[in-house]
C-alpha cells in the first residue's frame, strides 16, 4: 500500500515539470517544442488517471 500512496504523488510533480518546461520566460531557448509539451500532457494525464484508477481499486472503490 505505501507505493500506492507514493503514486499519488507523482502527478504533482509531473504537472508542473510540463507546465515550466513549455514557458519560453522561465525556459528561455531550452523550451519544450510544442509537440514534445503536447506529448508530456497526454503522458501526464494518462499516469494521472491510472493512478486515480490504481488508488480506487486499492481503496475498493471499484
Same mark, same amino acid.
Given at each position: 500500500?505505501?507505493?500506492? %500512496?507514493?503514486?499519488?504523488?507523482?502527478?504533482? @510533480?509531473?504537472?508542473?515539470?510540463?507546465?515550466?518546461? #513549455?514557458?519560453?520566460? =522561465?525556459?528561455?531557448?531550452? %523550451?519544450?517544442?510544442?509537440?514534445?509539451?503536447? @506529448?508530456?500532457?497526454?503522458?501526464?494525464?494518462?499516469? #494521472?488517471?491510472?493512478? =486515480?484508477?490504481?488508488?480506487?481499486?486499492?481503496?475498493?472503490?471499484?
Amino acid at each position: 500500500i505505501s507505493q500506492v %500512496v507514493l503514486s499519488f504523488g507523482i502527478p504533482f @510533480a509531473l504537472i508542473p515539470l510540463v507546465m515550466f518546461t #513549455s514557458k519560453k520566460k =522561465i525556459m528561455g531557448v531550452l %523550451v519544450n517544442h510544442p509537440y514534445t509539451t503536447a @506529448a508530456a500532457v497526454i503522458v501526464a494525464a494518462l499516469i #494521472s488517471g491510472l493512478n =486515480i484508477f490504481l488508488l480506487a481499486q486499492t481503496f475498493g472503490l471499484m
